[in-house]
């Protein structure tokens, strides 16, 4: 059974930087593509970001590109969500997600979800 662990978040400036990190456990994370999903009181849970179970391709909502970096540590069953240049936008709770070894940005395609870190950007 796989298991996905968030943490990471908490308060922060906007301009300010958070990395977020998904543990996984029950399964070697390597089998998996991981995604990072973000939800606001009132709002649909949004794909973030995605990143294939090798590597070797990722995703960004246009919203966040050029901010985010999304990468995996895959020995140590660890995807990271880099966030620096934050906004007040950006908050939100963040969720990980696993699905097979390619990318979606659909939460429907997703499995495994962790219960979730809340980020929130305020001065």
């Known amino acids: 059974q796989l298991q996905l662990v968030e943490s990471g978040g908490g308060l922060v400036q906007p301009g300010g930087s958070l990395r977020l990190s998904c543990v996984a456990s029950g399964f070697t994370l390597d089998y998996f593509a991981i995604g990072w999903f973000r939800q606001a009181p009132g709002n649909e849970r949004e794909g973030v970001s995605c990143?294939?179970?090798?590597?070797?391709?990722?995703n960004y909502a246009d919203s966040v590109k050029g901010r985010f970096t999304i990468s995996r540590d895959n020995a140590r069953n660890t995807v990271y969500l880099q966030m620096n240049s934050l906004k007040p936008e950006d908050t939100a709770v963040y969720y990980c997600a696993a699905r097979g070894r390619v990318c979606s940005g659909s939460r429907d395609d997703y499995r495994s979800w962790g219960q979730g870190t809340q980020v929130t950007v305020s001065s």
């Open positions: 990143i294939s179970n090798s590597g070797s391709s990722t």
